[in-house]
């Protein structure tokens, strides 16, 4: 059965420091989505993404936060300078098309120090 | 924007007991999950259920999308139940993403 896959699984790194969490979408999917959930609480959208664009992104995606599809199958989310804040699991997830169901990657733990 | 509600925020069962979740939320919706979230963090899909009833296996669905709600019912629970559920809703206000509710909490005693 088909499934998003995430890499890292766990990223450690210091406050300032950049780093990218990257996924890989469902093949035949067409919208890929990142969620963050601090440990303890709920799961919270960030950014959707369709056609090479932004499609939608929360009051979270502010301007340290970028995404891209490098290729035909990545899909990032990069953090330009981590924050202790940052400190998360963090989902990525694609679906059919914007209304089908979205499948979830296995998060990749981010820990900023 | 859309609000979602899941009640109870904690629940504690003995194994072999059965349960309902309940999920309601504040306005029309494009479509409703259900997701299991196991002790390693995973989202599990449950059930894609904008409307309607599903069923697989010890778990079941409804959605009430007039009446703005879901339940998920757990039957015979099993101590692999535990964990984290979660109801996620994408409004049909335009944008597409996915409203999380707070979750409810299991717990299943053996």
């Known amino acids: 059965e088909p499934e998003v896959t995430q890499t890292p699984s766990h990223q450690v790194t210091q406050m300032g420091q950049e780093v990218i969490l990257r996924c890989v979408p469902i093949?035949?999917?067409?919208?890929f989505y990142w969620y963050r959930q601090i440990l303890g609480q709920k799961v919270e959208f960030l950014v959707s993404?369709?056609?090479?664009?932004?499609?939608?992104k929360s009051e979270i995606f502010d301007d340290q936060f970028s995404v891209e599809r490098p290729d035909g199958s990545n899909f990032t989310l990069k953090i330009r300078s981590t924050k202790l804040e940052d400190s998360a699991m963090y989902f990525c997830?694609?679906?059919?098309?914007?209304?089908?169901?979205?499948?979830f990657g296995p998060g990749t733990r981010l820990t900023v120090t | 924007g859309i609000q979602v509600e899941q009640s109870p925020p904690d629940l504690i069962l003995q194994e072999g007991a059965n349960s309902t979740l309940r999920c309601n939320f504040s306005d029309s919706v494009n479509n409703l999950q259900w997701f299991h979230q196991n002790p390693w963090g995973q989202l599990i899909n449950l059930f894609y259920?904008?409307?309607g009833t599903k069923q697989n296996g010890r778990l079941s669905a409804t959605t009430v999308a007039t009446e703005r709600y879901s339940l998920l019912y757990i039957s015979s629970s099993q101590t692999t139940d535990s964990g984290v559920y979660f109801c996620?809703?994408?409004?049909?206000?335009?944008?597409?993403?996915?409203?999380f509710g707070a979750g409810t909490r299991l717990f299943v005693k053996a």
């Open positions: 259920i904008p409307s």
């Open positions: 996620a809703v994408e409004a049909n206000t335009g944008g597409f993403k996915a409203i």
């Open positions: 997830a694609s679906s059919g098309t914007g209304q089908d169901e979205q499948y």
């Open positions: 993404f369709y056609n090479n664009e932004i499609s939608e």
């Open positions: 093949s035949n999917h067409l919208y």
